[in-house]
């Protein structure tokens, strides 16, 4: 392992990540608003602190490990995370704590959708837009983005790309050369931002805000301009055009760059991954919509609009919301917590725990029961027409078992800290799933909870965006040997 690679490699993305602090800095200028010193100062502390860590080892040359790819990703989304805050800790009108101020750079960061903010309509538009690009940044996954810039900088990105996206894939290389990889993995999620802010516009949002919930959109992520975040707007056409961009971010994003260079959207329907995706999701729409009516919760047309919307905002984890869905009858709102944890598919920008994992954990489910009945049949775990190796299988069922001991071990420490069970399990599902909004005392934010839980939340909203793995490798004795 080369500390000293990993150093240059980090100095180098801290000074490129400084440049997502020019154009709120061009807005608050233009405006002439409070943020201005903020916004400067941050820009400056995270540029020159990357040029600090570059220069001493600007010229070491080593090849990179796949150690080095785990260390640099944690490293760099940890060390993103607190230099992403200081805009919010330097902005005094704000008034947040270190700690909050962490936690919501953190939570845009990680496409969760958490905030600690409130008066969201009267904030500076500088500070608003800043907070869709942390988003925005964070979808597409910062690493993957500088793999395309890296190698031309002398940097190999292959380690930094597994480390990216660990888990069951199809095709991790949709080009032949890694970083081809990561320009047409950008160039479909520049290209859906874009079509996104267009169709927002078309149907009745001012432009920044169609800019503004492009970014969060199809990252994922749920940060709105508003308090009462999409349930603002009361325009059906804006929830339409949410609940359709929700769908194709959640799908893998290999995917869409296959159906472009194609020009047919026949490769969709044979995706194992969506097809199961898009099965579950429908469930959960059907449910939430059939439930809202028959219970009397909303008027039947109502009923049908907002439970489609809420349940694909939930269950993709994007978090954004038209009314406090905590507040509908208590089964939907759980059950829709639940829905979360599949998240999108992977190689989309979702959360959760991925469809191909629960679809593989089904498939061996189905499979165990087959074996009861016929004990001495040979019966493959396929995926498609594709056999899935063991190996693969026991893969899964590791990271589903971690990834519930991380959930429950949270979960105790949360309440640990005073937090009543309501609101620390559903808080320790929605950073953990990358989802954001919960349940009691953090239905709205999480402003209201205290200091040690937005500390141990940051935490596991960095444990779900990063998968578990890569960041609790780090932890582990055998990392660290030579």
């Known amino acids: 392992m080369h500390i000293s690679v990993s150093l240059r490699i980090l100095g180098i993305l801290l000074m490129l990540f400084s440049s997502a602090m020019l154009p709120p800095l061009v807005m608050a200028l233009l405006a002439d608003d409070a943020t201005i010193p903020g916004f400067l100062s941050a820009l400056g502390i995270t540029f020159f602190s990357g040029v600090l860590m570059w220069l001493p080892v600007r010229n070491v040359r080593h090849d990179l490990r796949i150690r080095d790819g785990f260390l640099i990703t944690s490293l760099f989304w940890t060390v993103l995370g607190l230099f992403g805050a200081l805009p919010f ?229 994007t978090g954004f919301a038209t009314q406090n869905f905590a507040l509908w009858p208590s089964f939907l709102p759980v059950m829709m917590l639940f829905f979360s944890f599949m998240g999108g598919c992977v190689g989309s920008t979702g959360g959760g725990i991925k469809a191909m994992r629960l679809m593989l954990i089904y498939k061996q489910g189905i499979r165990e029961l087959k074996q009861l009945v016929h004990p001495h049949a040979v019966i493959p775990l396929k995926v498609g027409r594709r056999r899935v190796e063991a190996t693969v299988v026991s893969a899964v069922w590791s990271f589903f078992a971690v990834y519930m001991s991380a959930f429950i071990i949270i979960l105790l420490l949360l309440m640990a800290t005073g937090l009543d069970f309501t609101t620390a399990f559903s808080a320790v599902a929605a950073s953990l799933n990358n989802l954001g909004p919960g349940l009691g005392e953090v239905a709205a934010n999480y402003s209201s909870i205290n200091e040690v839980a937005k500390g141990l939340l940051c935490f596991t909203m960095l444990l779900g965006r990063l998968e578990v793995f890569t960041l609790l490798v780090l932890f582990t004795p055998m990392f660290w040997r030579i």
């Not at 949002?205 to 169609?210: I, K, L, Q, R």
């Not at 472009?260 to 044979?270: A, D, E, F, I, T």
Request: net charge negative; with cysteine; aromatic share 10%.
């Open 89 to 317: 800790a330097l902005t005094e009108s704000l008034n947040l704590t270190a700690t909050e101020a962490v936690f919501e750079s953190i939570s845009g960061l990680t496409t969760t959708g958490a905030t600690v903010i409130v008066g969201l309509d009267d904030l500076p538009r500088s500070i608003l837009i800043y907070r869709q690009l942390l988003q925005w940044m964070g979808g597409i996954g910062i690493i993957v983005v500088a793999v395309a810039v890296l190698p031309m900088l002398g940097i190999g990105g292959m380690q930094l790309y597994k480390a990216e996206t660990p888990g069951p894939s199809k095709d991790s290389k949709l080009t032949p050369r890694i970083t081809e990889t990561a320009k047409a993995l950008f160039s479909v999620y520049l290209s859906l931002t874009v079509a996104c802010a267009i169709a927002y516009y078309a149907v009745g949002m001012s432009g920044f805000d169609a800019i503004a919930h492009s970014l969060s959109t199809v990252a994922i992520g749920g940060f709105s301009t508003h308090d009462a975040s999409m349930g603002y707007f009361d325009n059906e056409g804006i929830l339409l055009v949410c609940s359709l961009f929700m769908c194709i971010s959640a799908i893998n994003f290999g995917l869409h760059f296959i159906a472009w260079r194609r020009r047919s959207l026949g490769v969709y329907n044979k995706d194992s991954e969506t097809r199961f995706f898009l099965s579950v999701l429908s469930v959960c729409v059907v449910i939430t919509c059939v439930f809202l009516i028959v219970s009397d919760t909303l008027e039947p047309e109502e009923g049908i609009i907002h439970g489609i919307f809420q349940a694909i905002s939930i269950t993709t984890t």
